[in-house]
């Protein structure tokens, strides 16, 4: 429902956004696909009308108050790790929704805010994991009323359950390089790299579909299932005749071998 490609502008492909405001100077340099947004972590960042990013996983239309579902797909590249709290994206109601480097030696966050008994509160994720600097990442976070899965580079990390609802505010915008609080003098809260095929999707999009955008972008597939046929451990994730070739020799050593069905 959202797409932002950067390849040639900064806005959203789809029409349903409207850029409200350019921080800084951002740039372009080359992407996964075409061109990506390029920001230089001083001050560099978008931010966006018109987005909504939870939506009923029954009727696809927008959801303000409580959770719903969607998914967010990006590709990120950071060039500085260590920068505190440079934000990947974010909505401008403080904490309500963001991602990116947490102040512990760039360690991946997510926070938001869930609904429960009729009050709010913050849910902060840590995942104990930092990025590959200085090369292309691939982040997905899947949410489902109070569950949200993150995905690097094609492949599951993490499911979390909350006690609760994720809900949002209809009254926010939304930020691309940039979190909800950056400092305005450009010091913190601002990421030094780049973005690129930034999309917002209405609805929770299968491990297949996140597995086939990243092999779409890095050119090199990823298995969503272990398949106990596929001897051969080349990526294919398909048993085809390096895989036959394989069994064959080893039922040539043992007459009981045979693929496991």
């Known amino acids: 429902v959202y797409y932002w490609p950067f390849d040639s ?8 956004a409207t850029l409200a405001t350019t921080y800084g100077d951002p740039d372009y340099e080359t992407g996964v696909v075409g061109n990506a947004l390029s920001l230089d972590g001083t001050g560099d960042g978008l931010e966006f009308d018109g987005v909504v990013p939870f939506f009923d ?14 998914t967010i797909s990006f590709w990120v590249k950071s060039y500085d790790l260590s920068k505190a709290w440079a934000g990947y994206f ?18 991946l966050r997510f ?32 949410c489902v009323e109070n569950e949200t899965a993150l995905f690097i580079n094609g492949v599951p990390y993490i499911k979390m359950v909350y006690e609760g609802e994720l809900m949002t505010y209809d009254t926010a915008l939304f930020r691309i390089g940039m979190i909800d609080w950056a400092a305005v003098d450009g010091t913190e ?31 090199t597939p990823v298995c969503v299932s272990d398949n106990p046929a596929n001897i051969v451990e080349d990526g294919s994730c398909t048993v085809d005749l390096a895989d036959f070739a394989a069994l064959a020799a080893a039922w040539l050593q043992d007459l009981n071998t045979y693929p496991t069905p």
Do not use: C
């Open 9 to 16: 502008d900064f806005n959203d492909a789809k029409g349903n």
């Open 57 to 70: 996983p029954d009727t696809f239309e927008p959801v303000i108050t409580t959770g719903g579902a969607s």
């Open 90 to 107: 974010a909505r401008t109601a403080i904490n309500s929704l963001w991602m990116g480097q947490h102040a512990t030696a760039g360690m």
């Open 111 to 142: 926070r938001g805010i869930k609904l429960m008994a009729g009050a709010t509160y913050w849910y902060d994720n840590d995942f104990n994991t930092t990025l590959a600097e200085n090369q292309w990442n691939h982040i997905v976070l899947r």
């Open 189 to 219: 809260g601002w990421l030094y790299g780049a973005i690129d095929e930034f999309k917002i999707y209405n609805y929770p999009i299968t491990d297949r579909q996140i597995a086939q955008e990243y092999a779409n972008g890095a050119g």
